[in-house]
């Protein structure tokens, strides 16, 4: 951490001002990546091929066209080839990154620690965006993400231990773990992967199947069925916040649909979870007290991450239950296991109550504004913006 000198210097003696100057660049690279998670993960799009191009003309993107914050600059926010207006999107995640990170920086200082905040403020950022976009949080992201919290937890324990770990380990408890702590935590990280085919199926049998019953009768009764999750819309092609259509620019995607890559979420977060279990086994057999503290570690995200979903999918099922709607989306649960393996069971609840109190403000606004009686929120961008408050400010 952080020690006070003539200059101020990290423990390892680096400078600040250098310590930050790297978080922020590192920041800028990883917003420039995001940007393209949040364009290309909704529409189901390989992340890795084409490679960066215009979405009005279609033309690839040069090296210096494509540098964080500087090419928006220099272009004068505009398409160098079709001189059409680049979304103010683009400067905006990859500014937003760099400033968490520098946060984060600031926090930490040159320590391990960084590496799980700044995947999870990652996270957090393309999910706020995509839900606002699309009213839509990707499985693509958040089983992962859900598995890269319990895996990073492990094998980056947090300094201070949350108190539901006090309640949960007792003498023979912890006695057992100091024994068995290398295979625990492995089974631990394992079992994040199982907790989501679980979750998904129970899911399904209680409410996704009625739910789809309810809205096909009454798209069949003549009413307008529910929208779709994935709206055809250019986030990243607009100038102003309301979205372009894709019509214009449909022959410069034409062969987007064939570059889609289906692939399951659920098998990509198993494959990752033998990953980093097998990681986290290799380091354990090592240090002893990382097995000990990862596994104990692992085992709060996992509490964290079924108190926080299960205060949302109990909301689920309760508004079901009174008016036979959907209340809270399931994409909205799936999030709040990663944020609750992130936070802890206590950043969850926080992070709820204030998700909560920020989206009814906006949503009572927005009713008054446009005197709309039941306007669809992006919860999940208000989960996102509250977590991200949480975390920097009660860790």
């Not at 008016?323 to 393996?341: I, Y």
């Amino acid at each position: 951490m952080w020690q006070e000198a003539s200059h101020t210097v990290t423990g390892e003696g680096v400078p600040l001002a250098l310590l930050l100057l790297v978080a922020s660049l590192l920041g800028l690279a990883v917003g420039s990546f995001l940007n393209v998670v949040i364009y290309r993960v909704p529409r189901r799009m390989s992340i890795v091929r084409p490679r960066s191009h215009c979405p009005h003309c279609g033309t690839p993107l040069r090296w210096r066209d494509n540098i964080p914050l500087l090419s928006f600059l220099l272009l004068k926010g505009r398409c160098r080839a079709c001189r059409q207006p680049i979304s103010w999107l683009y400067p905006a995640v990859e500014a937003g990154t760099a400033l968490m990170f520098a946060l984060l920086a600031w926090e930490h200082g040159w320590s391990w620690a960084f590496v799980p905040d700044a995947v999870f403020v990652s996270m957090l950022l393309a999910l706020a965006v995509i839900d606002a976009r699309h009213r839509l949080l990707p499985d693509a992201i958040t089983y992962p993400g859900f598995v890269l919290a319990v895996g990073l937890r492990a094998l980056v324990p947090p300094e201070k231990i949350l108190e539901a770990h006090h309640l949960v380990f007792r003498s023979e408890s912890t006695r057992f773990l100091s024994d068995h702590a290398l295979g625990v935590g492995a089974v631990l990280i394992l079992g994040s992967s199982l907790l989501l085919f679980l979750l998904e199926r129970m899911d399904y049998r209680l409410l996704g199947r009625r739910l789809e019953e309810l809205e096909a009768s009454h798209a069949n009764g003549g009413r307008s069925s529910a929208p779709s999750p994935i709206r055809e819309e250019c986030p990243l092609a607009e100038s102003g916040p309301t979205p372009e259509p894709c019509e214009r620019i449909a022959d410069a995607h034409a062969g987007d649909e064939g570059r889609q890559e289906p692939w399951s979420p659920e098998w990509a977060a198993l494959l990752l979870a033998i990953g980093l279990s097998g990681v986290f086994i290799a380091l354990g057999r090592e240090d002893a007290s990382l097995a000990a503290s990862g596994a104990r570690s692992a085992l709060g995200a996992l509490v964290g991450a079924t108190i926080g979903s299960g205060v949302l999918w109990l909301s689920r099922v309760g508004y079901y239950v009174l008016r036979h709607l959907e209340g809270v989306g399931f994409g909205d649960v799936k999030m709040m296991l990663m944020v609750g393996a992130f936070l802890g069971w206590g950043g969850a609840f926080m992070t709820i109550f204030l998700a909560s109190l920020l989206g009814s403000i906006y949503g009572v606004t927005l009713m008054l504004l446009t005197r709309e009686r039941n306007p669809k929120l992006p919860f999940g961008s208000f989960l996102s913006l509250a977590a991200l408050v949480i975390l920097l400010s009660f860790r």
